[in-house]
């Protein structure tokens, strides 16, 4: 069954900004237009954009935010439950936890520029598919979860995705900083390993709400945030491979040749 919830209850989310299907396809189809074609155009013969400043704030901006939902998915949490223990919610329950939804689903949105950032600084090394997927995937997520399942189901994978952005744009903001904080970025490869973690927990929660409550996540969404978190666990442990397991050993094979 597509809809845990009865669809009458779902009528105030239609009327939230952002909740028509254009909405998204447009803000994705204009993402990637920017990214990989008219942004690359505009900065072929221009100088990098320096923006110190600018990623600091936006760091600091998000890293506040970030903690803020974590906060408020972890009250919902202790106060509902971890597993949704009914399908049929209350107006007001399912008022909180769609506005909940709406945040992170805008907070993801807004994580586009991430990207935008790195096609105006010419970090074109740092546009990867991984990158690219990664952000596109979790607003067209969070975007179905809301207009199709806002219920308890997604309510700890935000906290705990909320929670390690905490730490991933604290790495960020620091690192804008300059060398004279580079001293205090030696975790930089336990980022991707608690990313990888993130996926697992999420993976063993959605399994075992799958099979012991009362309000099962439905068979599309399990099969789509199973198949894409396998996917994400697959090209983070490329990544961790290729740029932390690989370059020591590397280091290590040409320090011997030298000695």
């Known amino acids: 069954m597509f809809f845990h919830l009865p669809k009458g209850h779902l009528s105030f989310v239609e009327r939230w900004p952002l909740m028509n299907p254009n909405d998204v396809i447009f803000l994705i189809f204009t993402y990637l237009m920017f990214i990989l074609k008219i942004g690359p155009a505009l900065m072929e013969r221009r100088e990098p954009f320096q923006m110190k400043g600018f990623i600091i704030f936006c760091n600091v901006v998000k890293v506040i935010n970030s903690t803020i939902l974590a906060y408020k998915f972890l009250a919902y949490i202790i106060d ?5 223990r009914k399908c049929d919610y209350d107006d007001r329950t399912l008022y909180v936890i769609a ?10 949105i807004l994580d586009l520029f991430d990207t935008v950032i790195f096609v105006l600084r010419k970090k074109s090394s740092q546009i990867t598919f991984l990158h690219v997927y990664h952000h596109m995937f979790m607003v067209i997520i969070s975007w179905l979860s ?3 399942d806002p219920s308890d189901h ?4 935000a906290l705990v995705n909320c929670t390690i952005h905490v730490i991933m744009y604290t790495y960020y903001g620091l690192s804008a900083m300059g060398a004279a904080y580079t001293k205090y970025l030696w975790w930089k490869k336990y980022l991707t390993l608690m990313q990888l973690l993130q996926f697992v927990m999420i993976i063993l929660h959605i399994a075992i709400q799958t099979y ?3 309000c099962p996540v439905s068979k ?4 789509v945030g199973i198949s894409n978190l396998i996917l994400f666990m697959w090209l983070f442990t490329n990544f961790y491979q290729k740029n932390y397991v690989l370059k020591r050993v590397s280091t290590v094979c040409t320090r011997q040749a030298i000695e």
């Open 154 to 157: 997604w309510a700890f994978m």
């Open 146 to 148: 809301l207009k199709y």
């Open 80 to 84: 509902k439950g971890l597993f949704p």
């Open 220 to 223: 599309v969404f399990y099969w």
């Open 99 to 108: 506005v909940l939804y709406w945040k992170y689903m805008a907070t993801k």
């Open 212 to 214: 012991t409550s009362p």
